[in-house]
């Protein structure tokens, strides 16, 4: 079976600090990864996706970034955060070949002091 | 732009009875529309979908129908129970790469005992 994980569950970082959150998927190969932010009471926001190792695409501009550095790893990162940069940060993976159907992880809360 | 709108923000419903939960979108081009119900601080868990060349779809309480020409889809929960109490999200995508899924807002659902 097919697990997500993501690390760390909660973080709070300083304005101006950097940021990596980490996602990895096992029982897989050559997934289709995600991010997304929740800012608070508002919807599921892509931020970026990959359809494999080195390929990253980008839905928003933003100080943020995303790298895959292995099949089944993605980071999320940010060289100096922002207040707005507050929210609940979700991973999520896809089959190969398959968009739609997007299975999360359980997320990590950021606030930004 | 919103593609994808669930214009219900809460939603109350006693325990045994029916849940209804609706979702507009915009952008004819989507092919698959699914439902995820997200409790808080974990990630969406995906509930339900439907393709377009359907107009229902069935999965043991949870029935989901796709209405093409008025661009709407429903959830019903029957009957519905307190643990179904979590917040839902909407989401219609194409299947490539270039089609993520938008998700809507999120609509809140109280089941009372």
């Known amino acids: 079976s097919q697990t997500i994980h993501q690390w760390p569950a909660t973080l709070v970082q300083p304005v101006g600090s950097p940021l990596s959150l980490e996602c990895t998927v096992e029982?897989?190969?050559?997934?289709?990864l995600y991010w997304y932010r929740q800012a608070a009471g508002r919807g599921l926001q892509l931020l970026f996706y990959?359809?494999?190792?080195?390929?990253i695409s980008s839905e928003v501009p933003q100080n943020l970034s995303a790298s895959r550095p292995q099949d089944r790893q993605f980071i999320l990162s940010s060289k100096k955060l922002l207040l707005s940069d507050s929210g609940f940060y979700l991973c999520?993976?896809?089959?190969?070949?398959?968009?739609?159907?997007?299975?999360f992880g359980p997320g990590t809360r950021l606030t930004v002091t | 732009d919103q593609q994808v709108k669930q214009n219900s923000p809460s939603l109350s419903v006693q325990e045994g009875r029916i849940s209804i939960l609706n979702c507009d979108y915009t952008?004819?081009?989507?092919?698959?529309f699914l439902w995820y119900k997200k409790y808080p601080a974990e990630g969406p868990t995906f509930l339900i979908s439907i393709s377009s060349i359907k107009d229902k779809n069935e999965d043991g309480r949870f029935t989901v129908f796709l209405n093409k020409s008025a661009k709407h889809l429903s959830l019903h929960i029957v009957p519905s129970q307190p643990g179904d109490s979590a917040v839902y999200f909407c989401a219609a995508s194409g299947n490539n790469a270039g089609n993520m899924l938008t998700f809507g807002g999120g609509t809140r659902l109280m089941v009372k005992p």
């Open positions: 999520a993976w896809s089959w190969e070949g398959l968009y739609y159907e997007q299975y």
């Open positions: 029982g897989t190969s050559n997934p289709n």
């Open positions: 990959s359809v494999g190792i080195g390929q």
């Open positions: 952008n004819s081009m989507f092919d698959y």
